[in-house]
């Protein structure tokens, strides 16, 4: 199984080769903040600090800026710098697919709409698309991966609940951002709720009950440096 660590492009720009961070992949980027876009120096500065590491890029939903904002991004990328593309907004999908340069994997926002999809209709798209995985962190995405056969890319230790536009952290819808929710996580409890929610960037998690049922058919697992990094507060 193939080992991923998802990091903010902030934390990206941080790292260091150690060896206690070697992973195959670093996912750069993120599921559910379109704020979070990794600049072009920083990905090829990162690309020569870990020669041995395969780049992915996750990209969210988007209003129309933020779709400007990532177009520029992916037209400007050189030729295997970035093996593949995380992708959760539709209106993404010509910029991603467009030079033929990476393969891409449905995010976990888009995957919730293929699993009411017409399964030929969806598993055509896929195969015209370069699709070679979805993100999952729930046994129903996991499912959808294998019907359409389409790799498991499975989240850990959260999963995905909720997102919301509104930033709960600056307090704005604005594309501007100071990146005020940078390395937290806080954790949210109500006695309405069986368990507690977590909160980072714009999206809502919660503990993972398991693994898929067949979790020998994962190929790759993701990590969130930001939650190994507060995972007291997820014991908590």
């Not at 080992?3 to 720009?13: D, T």
Request: hydrophobic share 40%; with cysteine.
């Amino acid at each position: 199984m193939e080992k991923a660590l998802l990091l903010s492009p902030s934390e990206a720009e941080r790292i260091a080769p150690d060896k206690a961070l070697h992973c195959p992949t670093f996912i750069i980027g993120s599921e559910f903040c379109q704020n979070q876009v990794p600049s072009l120096p920083a990905l090829k500065r990162l690309a020569h600090g870990f020669p041995k590491t395969s780049l992915v890029l996750a990209t969210s939903l988007m209003t129309d800026k933020g779709l400007r904002r990532w177009e520029r991004l992916l037209g400007a990328l050189p030729r295997g710098l970035v093996s593949q593309i995380i992708v959760n907004d539709w209106g993404l999908l010509p910029a991603a697919g467009k030079k033929g340069l990476f393969t891409l994997s449905i995010g976990r926002l888009l995957a919730r709409e293929f699993v009411r999809m017409d399964r030929t209709w969806a598993a055509e798209f896929c195969k015209t698309r370069r699709v070679e995985a979805v993100e999952a962190d729930t046994p129903e995405l996991a499912a959808t991966a294998r019907t359409l056969r389409l790799k498991i890319s499975w989240h850990r230790p959260l999963g995905f609940t909720a997102v919301t536009t509104f930033c709960p952290f600056e307090k704005h819808f604005s594309q501007l951002c100071s990146h005020s929710c940078e390395g937290r996580l806080l954790k949210l409890a109500n006695h309405h709720l069986p368990q507690p929610l977590f909160l980072g960037e714009k999206a809502y998690f919660s503990p993972l009950k398991s693994p898929p049922s067949r979790s020998g058919q994962v190929w790759r697992e993701v990590w969130t440096l930001n939650f190994l990094r507060n995972a007291a507060t997820a014991r908590s």
